[in-house]
């Protein structure tokens, strides 16, 4: 019964990714539990626009959530090409 709520294993690849690989997890399945909302979120966009931790080379949970609450957490649907989204992230980064 509990693994229709739980995310699948993924796999990271050579990206220190695992911080927000589990907090997406963790906040999909409250969802799922919650409110039975089934879609991912996007891994992307929390590496590429968090500016508080260093997307591959690694950051923290809290943060994640953080941004989540203070900005956005966006389907996966919702993504913008690759292009775009590095364009925002030097857009962001040169802001601060």
């Known amino acids: 019964m509990w693994k ?3 995310s699948k294993a993924q ?3 050579n990206c220190g990714s695992c ?3 589990a907090t997406l997890g963790m906040i999909e399945s409250r969802l799922r ?3 039975g ?3 991912k979120i996007s891994l992307e966009h929390v590496l590429n626009c968090s500016v508080t931790n260093q997307g591959c080379d690694g950051g923290y949970s809290y943060l994640v959530s953080k941004f989540g609450a203070e900005l956005e957490l966006i389907p996966k649907s ?3 090409p690759q292009t775009v989204k590095v364009y ?3 857009i962001i980064v040169i802001q601060i």
């Open 37 to 39: 909302y089934t879609e």
């Open 33 to 35: 539990i919650k409110y």
């Open 88 to 90: 925002l992230y030097n």
């Open 78 to 80: 919702c993504e913008a």
């Open 4 to 6: 229709e709520y739980v």
């Open 19 to 21: 911080y927000a690989i």
């Open 11 to 13: 796999n990271q690849g």
